[in-house]
DNA sequence: AGTCGTACTACGTCTGACGTAGTAAATGTA
DNA sequence: TACATTTACTACGTCAGACGTAGTACGACT
């Protein structure tokens, strides 16, 4: 089982989350579990990881919060609702643009034998 | 033009070098240049990461370094050779395997409209 | 009553990347 | 031959993102 180092990950962390919230409103523990759910496991955001992006993303203007009480349409705990911002859709656009210039980097050294 | 952020590359770095010292020992400089020129100048790595990475690369093991004197062989400055070990090699292809996984996970989160 | 799942917050540490700066020899150019 | 540029580094300090550890607290299930 290959492990992946968070450094590899480190920068796209952010677009993961912003790729969730495209979606539509989400939280931390729903979009932990839909990263995990979409990587078949391969990858588990950490909360610390997740709950500071979030506030990172928010100073950025990326996204925007709101609170949900229980009761008011979802059940459960009281929630931390996100909102992904014009700002946080161009943002998420230019780190998918970047992935491909990333990408081909990368693999100039990169070898597999088959 | 999409700028790469140094933090995507964070984790690939040891690799890009190593990569490069799979064919044989080589210097900081020469090594630098190799980069530039694979990526068509997409990627330049920086003289601070490049020979810190050298550094911790030798405390782990996966590099071995040794001095030749100008006239030694090869002409112009005093240099210090890298020389990759068995436990760099075997880091290097777990790395290459890694990138796959890597690759797959974050490109579940990436939309590129055609 | 106790455990598990949900939904966080706080705080401190570590690491790799990078900015700035400086050294110094070799090489190319006027 | 004077000067700029290229080559080949070293030193030092800063920063940001990831993560470990810990703790809180409510709700649901058994």
Redesign the pocket.
């Known amino acids: 089982m290959v492990e992946i180092s968070?450094?590899v990950?480190?920068?796209y962390?952010d677009t993961m989350i912003l790729f969730n919230l495209m979606e539509g409103p989400s939280?931390?523990?729903?979009i932990s579990k839909q990263i995990k759910n979409l990587t078949d496991g391969k990858y588990v955001?950490?909360?610390?990881?997740l709950?500071?992006?979030f506030t990172?993303m928010e100073k950025n203007g990326y996204v925007e919060s709101y609170v949900v009480e229980?009761g008011e349409g979802?059940?459960?705990?009281?929630?931390?609702y996100y909102r992904i911002t014009e700002e946080g859709q161009r943002y998420y656009r230019e780190k998918c643009e970047e992935w491909l210039v990333t990408k081909e980097v990368v693999e100039h050294f990169i070898r597999n034998e088959q």
Chains 1, 2 share one sequence.
């Open positions: 968070s450094d990950i480190r920068g962390n939280y931390g523990y729903e955001i950490k909360e610390t990881t709950y500071s992006a990172r229980p979802g059940g459960g705990k009281r929630r931390t």
